[in-house]
């Protein structure tokens, strides 16, 4: 199983990126999404998660983020998203995802962290 990130980049204040996590190997389902960033200097602090177990799925978010990001998942495409607007400069860090799945090969639950992306708001 891996998870890859991406979408990361340079954005100005106020503006917009898509992130992207893509699960592959031999996943029965996804769980539970998380997204999760760590600054420099700073530790690591969940974003949002999404629970899909629960019908339409669960969301919660980081007071900081509220009303700015968005987390999704394509249980098809065993894809998550990440939609940040309005971003902030207190926004710049490494983004991380993790998704605690069900493996269809043995049937055993794990969790998984994908690679990291760089995000930096900056003008």
């Known amino acids: 199983v891996q998870l890859q990130a991406s979408g990361g980049g340079l954005v100005q204040p106020g503006g917009s990126l898509r992130l992207s996590c893509a699960a592959s190997g031999s996943i029965f389902s996804i769980n539970v999404m998380t997204w999760y960033r760590q600054a420099p200097g700073k530790q690591r602090e969940l974003v949002a998660t999404i629970v899909t177990t629960a019908a339409g799925g669960t969301t919660r ?4 983020v509220k009303g700015r990001f968005t987390i999704s998942i ?3 495409k065993k894809t998550s998203y990440l939609q940040m607007n309005s971003l ?3 926004d710049t860090a490494v983004y991380y995802c993790n998704a605690d799945l069900r493996r269809s090969d043995s049937g055993g639950y794990g969790s998984y962290w994908g690679q990291g992306t760089q995000v930096t708001v900056s003008s």
């Open 61 to 64: 978010y980081a007071d900081s």
């Open 74 to 76: 394509d249980n098809a």
């Open 88 to 90: 902030e400069p207190e």
